[in-house]
């Protein structure tokens, strides 16, 4: 790298956060600036599947997600109203071996944490909310709503679906609803498993919707994660709280499991938000800027995919950073979105599939979709039910390799 390069990042989520780390780890300076007041997320779970932790790990993690996550025994699909198996892929026993790392259920909160630690003043500046981008031929500035600014070689948007960066880049364009909600809870575990949820990654699929339960905190609480259909309009927040009332209302008739677990759910941890995407990019980058995370490719969760997808950009772009350097940042960015682009493209289109098939509304077809899952699993025990191998394969790890080759130059050793 012939010169440092100045990296500012707006958004102090999980792919904020990721890629400040990532940086540092390379020695690039780089300063995060966050809307929110201070660090944290809201309570809520998230899936931390094999691709994503690979990174983790080259982030010097490896120790802290062992602490702090939950190692499912297997993803089983079941019926909303009976409970009875649709598939059963093991996960404990053969993600590892498989694809070279674990498959974690981890508290957002704890993972955030885990990923900031050391991210501080004043590197890390909180209570700034961008306003706006400008940029020249040597840079780019990012405006403050307090009124100051900020100038870097590089300015990165990881703020979200609705990123100020990504509008400063390509101009004003409404997400998309879905006419998917979703609501979030937590369940407070006592003793360890619970008798009526198993300790495995279960997706209960029904008529117009799914629920996903798993244990986070260790085993210390369950998360919940259910999807309706719904036509109306829901305010896109992760911080619209609702009610037990109103979650438990949403999936009448379903097994008395899941509605025991509702039931016990925490009152202060439960949230409702309209699901909304957008159509896959053609390029995320212009000038001195770039995206990654949801301001780049929002998503629907139904591979789960969302923080791992923010997670793999960051690592990618911190290496083509490294790689490339300051005097040929434009390079750098082309190799990251060629890293990336078919690749979160991929999995944008494919988490919608998922939502139409996990939401069968007949029992006809959802018939013909589980005798899908009953033969796949008869082929190969450790098929993925939801056809997610190609996801978990992946390795960000390899970046520096594959930047180097299509570079044709020898491989540079990066920190």
């Known amino acids: 790298m012939n010169r440092t390069l100045r ?3 707006i958004g102090a989520g999980i792919g904020g956060v990721t890629l400040t780390r990532a940086l540092n780890q390379l020695g690039i300076e780089a300063h995060v600036f966050e809307r929110a007041p201070a660090f944290g997320e809201v309570g809520a779970g998230v899936q931390m599947t094999p691709n994503a932790v690979k990174v983790l790990h080259a982030l010097g993690l490896e120790a802290q997600l062992a602490r702090i996550g939950f190692l499912p025994q297997a993803m089983v699909g079941r019926n909303w109203k009976t409970a009875r198996e649709l598939f059963r892929t093991p996960l404990k026993a053969s993600c590892r071996q498989l694809y070279g790392a ?48 900020f100038e870097a070689d590089l300015i990165v948007g990881a703020d979200g679906v609705r990123s100020v960066i990504r509008e400063a880049l390509w101009g004003e364009e409404a997400a998309n609803y879905t006419g998917h909600m979703c609501w979030r809870a937590l369940v407070p575990v006592d003793t360890h498993p619970l008798p009526f949820v198993s300790p495995d990654s279960n997706f209960w699929m029904g008529p117009k919707g799914h629920v996903v339960t798993y244990y986070v905190k260790g085993g210390a609480a369950v998360n919940i994660v259910a999807v309706n259909e719904s036509p109306a309009w829901v305010e896109e927040s992760w911080n619209a709280k609702s009610t037990q009332a109103e979650l438990l209302a949403g999936f009448e008739g379903w097994h008395p499991n899941l509605i025991e677990l509702f039931r016990r759910a925490d009152p202060d941890a439960i949230y409702k938000w309209g699901l909304f995407d957008r159509d896959p ?40 950073l490294a790689f490339h350097g300051k005097a040929s940042l434009a390079d750098a960015l082309a190799a990251y979105e060629g890293e990336r682009l078919a690749r979160t493209r991929r999995v944008q289109l494919e988490a919608r599939e998922r939502g139409r098939t996990y939401h069968l509304p007949s029992p006809w077809s959802q018939f013909k979709r589980d005798l899908a899952y009953r033969w796949r699993q008869w082929l190969n025990p450790n098929a993925v039910g939801i056809q997610a191998n190609w996801v978990y394969e992946y390795d960000a790890r390899l970046c520096p390799q594959r930047y180097a080759e299509h570079a044709g130059a020898p491989q540079r050793a990066v920190a």
């Open 102 to 149: 674990d498959f974690y259920h981890v508290h957002r909160a704890d993972l955030h944490a885990a990923l900031a630690e050391g991210i501080e003043a004043p590197q890390a500046q909180l209570g700034k909310a961008c306003v706006g981008l400008e940029q020249h031929s040597d840079g780019a500035v990012a405006r403050f709503a307090d009124g100051s600014q």
């Open 281 to 320: 990019m053609r390029s995320w980058s212009k000038g001195h800027a770039t995206l990654l995370g949801d301001a780049a490719h929002p998503m629907l969760p139904f591979l789960s995919q969302g923080a791992a997808m923010a997670i793999e950009d960051a690592y990618a772009l911190a290496q083509a």
């Open 7 to 9: 990296v500012g990042i």
